[in-house]
C-alpha cells in the first residue's frame, strides 16, 4: 500500500509542476475506473465524456489542494469525478429529463446495457466494502456508486441527515482501516 501511496504522490507531484505526460499517465491509470462511476450516475456517452474531461481538468488545475493526509489520490479524484457528474445531471438540462426517468431507471438501464462490474472492482472497492456492515455498505454504495446525495437518503430511509452523514463518515473510517492494513 506505501509503494501504490508513494507512486502516486511521484505522479501528483509531476503534475503539479504541470508535467503533461503526468496527466496521460494519471488517465491511464484512473481513467477506466472514473469513467465506470462517471456511467453509473449519467447515460449519454457525450455527457459522460465531457464530465470526464472536466473532472480531469479540474484534477489538473486543482492539484496543488489536494492534501494525502485526508485520503488517497484515486479516492480525491473519483469524488471530483462523481460530483462532476452529480453537477451535471442536476443541470437545467437533465432536470428537464429527469421528470421523464427517475435515478433509479437511470441507474437500472446502464446496468442493463453494460453488464459488467465496476471499473473500479478491479482494484479491490467491491472486496473491502463487502466487509461493510449491511446498512454502511448499502449508505455507501447508494452514495458513492449510484449517485444518491446525503439528503436523498435521508428522506428515502427516513432517518436523520446528521444520521446519515455519521453512518457514511463512520463507514469510510471503517474503509481506511482495510486499506492502512493492505
Known amino acids: 500500500m506505501a509503494i501504490i501511496q508513494e507512486a ?21 491509470l ?3 475506473a472514473l469513467n465506470g462511476v462517471v ?8 455527457e459522460v465524456e465531457e464530465v470526464m474531461q472536466d473532472s480531469f481538468v479540474k484534477i ?4 496543488l489542494t489536494y492534501d494525502p493526509a485526508k485520503g488517497r489520490l ?3 479524484m473519483l469524488n471530483i469525478a ?26 437500472n438501464q446502464v446496468d442493463m446495457e453494460h453488464k459488467q ?38 428522506d428515502e430511509l427516513k432517518i436523520p441527515l446528521g444520521t446519515v452523514k455519521t453512518k457514511i463518515r463512520t463507514a469510510i473510517i471503517e474503509l481506511r482501516k482495510y486499506f492502512i492494513d493492505k
Not at 11 to 22: F, N, W
Not at 82 to 107: E, G, P, Y
Open 8 to 28: 502516486e504522490l511521484i505522479l501528483l507531484q509531476r503534475i503539479q509542476t504541470k508535467d503533461s505526460s503526468a496527466l496521460a499517465e494519471l488517465m491511464d
Open 30 to 32: 484512473y481513467g477506466a
Open 39 to 46: 456511467q453509473r450516475i449519467l447515460t449519454n456517452p457525450e
Open 60 to 63: 489538473w488545475n486543482h492539484s
Open 74 to 76: 484515486f479516492t480525491w
Open 82 to 107: 462523481r460530483n462532476q457528474a452529480l453537477d451535471r445531471l442536476k443541470s437545467k438540462h437533465n432536470k428537464n429529463q429527469s421528470k421523464i426517468h427517475s435515478i433509479d431507471n437511470v441507474v
Open 117 to 154: 462490474q465496476m471499473s473500479v472492482d478491479h482494484i479491490g472497492v467491491q472486496h473491502l466494502m463487502n466487509k461493510l456492515q449491511g446498512d454502511q455498505l448499502n449508505l455507501i454504495q447508494k452514495f458513492y456508486f449510484e449517485g444518491y446525495t446525503q439528503q436523498e437518503l435521508s
